[in-house]
T-cell receptor, first 114, second 110 residues
Framework: KAGVTQTPRYLIKTRGQQVTLSCSPI?????VSWYQQTPGQGLQFLFE???????NKGNFPGRFSGRQFSNSRSEMNVSTLELGDSALYLC?????????????FGEGSWLTVV | QKEVEQNSGPLSVPEGAIASLNCTYS??????FFWYRQYSGKSPELIMF????GDKEDGRFTAQLNKASQYVSLLIRDSQPSDSATYLC??????????FGQGTRLTINP
């Protein structure tokens, strides 16, 4: 069974640009969530989607957005990139939204903003 | 008070010994508790999850949960050098939101 797949794995962007990251959840999983990991702040929740609806959102500025498609694949977008957006962006999937679920992470997308 | 607190370490344990990792959380409504292992430059890997009070064993790993004390721990028996990593405690806040501790860096000394 394939795991959570994230693309691209590594990317370098310039301040002011925008970036789109993609995530394909484990087959059959309908909930996708996104996290940002930095050395200073650790792992922080960005948002969670279930059945194409954003169910929960973390404390990040509006430059961070996401969406989920009917096949459960998800994308997140960061606009007007800042140096502080350099981080590992992790996608996680689980079977459903609600109840007790095991949450699995993809390998992440390493974003460097220069 | 941080929502999820871990001793950042580093925690150094001799090979073959028991490594004990601790985590406390503030939200009494949390229902699911996870331990992830993260090697440097890699993403977190789920190693244990626990939902009910008590102990849960999986191979060399035992997770312990005490909801009354808002405490969850991870024991690693017969520690191996390959267990050297950062261990992240995560607690659900709502259905799908994980709140992470800062992680404990564990080093197993041969």
């Amino acid at each position: 069974k394939a795991g959570v797949t994230q693309t691209p794995r590594y990317l370098i962007k310039t301040r002011g640009q925008q970036v789109t990251l993609s995530c394909s959840p484990i087959s059959g999983h309908r909930s996708v969530s996104w996290y940002q990991q930095t050395p200073g702040q650790g792992l922080q929740f960005l948002f969670e989607y279930f059945s194409e609806t954003q169910r929960n959102k973390g404390n990040f500025p509006g430059r961070f957005s996401g969406r989920q498609f009917s096949n459960s694949r998800s994308e997140m977008n960061v606009s007007t990139l800042e140096l502080g957006d350099s981080a590992l962006y992790l996608c996680a999937s689980s079977l459903q939204s609600g109840g007790l679920n095991t949450i699995y992470f993809g390998e992440g997308s390493w974003l460097t903003v220069v | 008070q941080k929502e999820v607190e871990q001793n950042s370490g580093p925690l150094s344990v001799p090979e073959g010994a028991i490594a004990s990792l601790n985590c406390t959380y503030s939200d009494r409504g949390s229902q699911s508790f996870f331990w992830y292992r993260q090697y440097s430059g890699k993403s977190p890997e789920l190693i244990m999850f626990i939902y009910s009070n008590g102990d849960k064993e999986d191979g060399r790993f035992t997770a312990q949960l005490n909801k009354a004390s808002q405490y969850v721990s991870l024991l690693i028996r017969d520690s191996q050098p390959s267990d050297s990593a950062t261990y992240l405690c995560a607690v659900t806040q709502g259905a799908q939101k994980l709140v992470f501790g800062q992680g404990t860096r564990l080093t197993i000394n041969p």
